[in-house]
């Protein structure tokens, strides 16, 4: 396979499994298309978003759990970094989680979302986008059961009331000379189980081949750029690759705007053990671990925890 796959999931998934599931192994990300997410909720998410970016510092940071890893509300520029990065990544986020029912078993990993109160329809906006993003990701997932020879359901469960997160993202514009091709979030590799990502056809996105070298991942507008997280590497033991990635400023007059993107970061649910499947284990698979405990060793490792 010489091109990340492109490939629309409104289509029978049986007819898309295995190029989806050649383009995640070979390069861990893949084009998704027709994902059913409607174009109107994206554009007020996209607004709504900008509109929250634009409020003032210490309005934003009335929204910032200290000692909550981020993982709800308000993270400012320079708390996040890639793991063993040297520095801080560009970028300021809100996160959006699952709201849990009172008293639901699993309320102890996923703690309650917050909401700024100076956006009118913030809350039901990213709330519908949360469950459009969740809708989108059972149809991929659908498709790499295919791919990997198991029950076309067999991920259902295993992300029921997971523990999936949705950021807002905004890199703040660069100036001066060093702007056009500045690093604006360092090579990293995702946590989770895959990543669905809106906004990435505002150049920048780059993922690492095997070759080493970095290739642009562009999706047409509105498409989803969708790359496989370190729990299904581990899971398929590498089968499906969990790949390098990085966004650089582009070049020209793009490298002095600010750029907004909003992943959904879909988790196993945190009880889930993460054990490799028979199919894949080649007697060198790594041990069981809970979806929750690995999570909790990759946040240590990024400064989120």
């Known amino acids: 396979m010489t091109e990340i796959a492109s490939v629309s999931i409104a289509r029978p998934l049986e007819e898309v499994a295995d190029e989806l599931g050649r383009s995640f192994s070979e390069f861990g990300f893949a084009v998704i298309r027709d994902h059913g997410?409607?174009?109107?909720?994206?554009?007020?998410?996209?607004?709504?978003?900008?509109?929250?970016?634009?409020?003032?510092?210490?309005?934003?940071?009335?929204?910032?759990?200290?000692?909550?890893?981020?993982?709800?509300?308000?993270?400012?520029?320079?708390?996040?970094?890639?793991k063993d990065a040297k520095v801080h990544d560009l970028k300021e986020f809100w996160h959006v989680g699952?709201?849990?029912?009172?008293?639901?078993?699993?309320?102890?990993?996923?703690?309650?979302?917050?909401?700024?109160?100076?956006?009118?329809?913030?809350?039901?906006?990213?709330?519908?986008?949360?469950a459009a993003f969740e809708d989108a990701g059972d149809r991929v997932l659908r498709a790499i059961a295919i791919h990997l020879g198991l029950e076309e359901d067999f991920f259902v469960p295993t992300v029921e009331d997971g523990n999936s997160?949705?950021?807002?993202?905004?890199?703040?514009?660069?100036?001066?000379?060093?702007?056009?091709?500045?690093?604006?979030?360092?090579a990293h590799g995702d946590i989770n189980t895959i990543t669905l990502l809106l906004g990435a056809e505002e150049a920048g996105l780059e993922l690492l081949t095997?070759?080493?070298?970095?290739?642009?991942?562009?999706?047409?507008?509105?498409?989803?750029?969708?790359?496989?997280?370190?729990?299904l590497d581990r899971l398929t033991n590498g089968k499906l690759r969990s790949t390098t990635h990085r966004v650089v400023n582009p070049m020209g007059e793009a490298?002095?705007?600010?750029?907004?993107?909003?992943?959904?970061?879909?988790?196993?649910?945190?009880?889930?053990?993460?054990?490799?499947?028979p199919s894949c284990d080649d007697g060198n698979a790594p041990?069981?671990?809970?979806?929750?405990?690995?999570?909790?060793?990759?946040l240590r490792e990024i400064n989120l925890a």
């Open 255 to 277: 490298a002095y705007r600010a750029r907004y993107s909003m992943p959904f970061f879909l988790h196993f649910r945190p009880d889930y053990v993460i054990e490799t499947l």
């Open 37 to 82: 997410i409607p174009a109107d909720l994206i554009a007020k998410a996209e607004e709504l978003s900008k509109q929250f970016f634009a409020l003032p510092d210490d309005v934003k940071r009335k929204y910032h759990i200290s000692g909550g890893g981020g993982a709800r509300g308000y993270t400012p520029f320079g708390t996040e970094k890639a």
């Open 165 to 186: 997160v949705m950021r807002l993202l905004r890199y703040p514009p660069l100036e001066g000379e060093e702007a056009e091709g500045a690093i604006r979030a360092a």
């Open 98 to 130: 699952r709201s849990l029912a009172e008293g639901h078993a699993l309320s102890e990993y996923m703690q309650p979302n917050v909401w700024p109160d100076e956006i009118p329809e913030f809350k039901e906006t990213f709330e519908a986008l949360y």
């Open 287 to 298: 041990e069981p671990i809970s979806s929750h405990e690995f999570l909790l060793q990759r």
């Open 210 to 231: 095997r070759n080493g070298e970095w290739l642009a991942v562009n999706p047409p507008p509105g498409a989803l750029a969708v790359n496989i997280g370190d729990m």
